[in-house]
């Protein structure tokens, strides 16, 4: 559900271009203050290329940004739950809850995973026909989801998630809310959020003291 579409709203609601824990449960989701991780991506590989953390920079160089965090050695596979089940608690739990919204392909359900001031947008994407129908066909073929680490940057927490048949993680980023942990897409045209998304498709991600 998550496309790498440069600048673009749906680069992290619609996946209509491109297509946890060893020892974390779902109530287990803050990320680690004593760890870091270490987001690596060649400039070349990067998807805002105007972004100003390039400037001076080559194609063959090297960007980088550390955040506090941690990874997940041996990601277990989270199953879709039905909404009774659902959790917004952590991070996770708000990831498994996404997942489990688009793949019972439940629109209000959907909605309800986003932030308050997200959700006539996210509205307007599952109204459009075609979106809807490549998106419900996409997770149709997803039987679960892996999440593979977790980042904190500014008031977000960024779950790396990678669903069933996917070859690469892409960072889902959650708010906390009055109501749980709620989807957004506040960070879509973030400079240091790029970097994350880019690492994480294309570049390196390592954990860091």
Known sequence: MVGFVKQNYSRNVMAVV???????GLEVSAASASHAIRFRVKVSDMGLQRSSLLNGKQPNDWVE?????HLIDSPTLFSAVSRGEASWNTPISAAVADFS???????DWIVEDFVLEEKEKILELLNDKDSRQKNEALFQQRTGRFVTGEAN????SIVFVRDSGQPHAVPLVFKRTTHGYK?????????????IFSALYKGEITTVE
């Open 18 to 24: 491109w297509a946890v824990c060893c020892c974390f």
């Open 65 to 69: 940004v550390r955040l506090p965090g």
């Open 101 to 107: 919204a688009f793949k019972a392909d439940d629109k």
């Open 153 to 156: 940057y500014k008031e977000y």
């Open 183 to 195: 989807r957004t897409n506040a960070l879509s045209g973030d400079e240091t959020f790029d970097i």
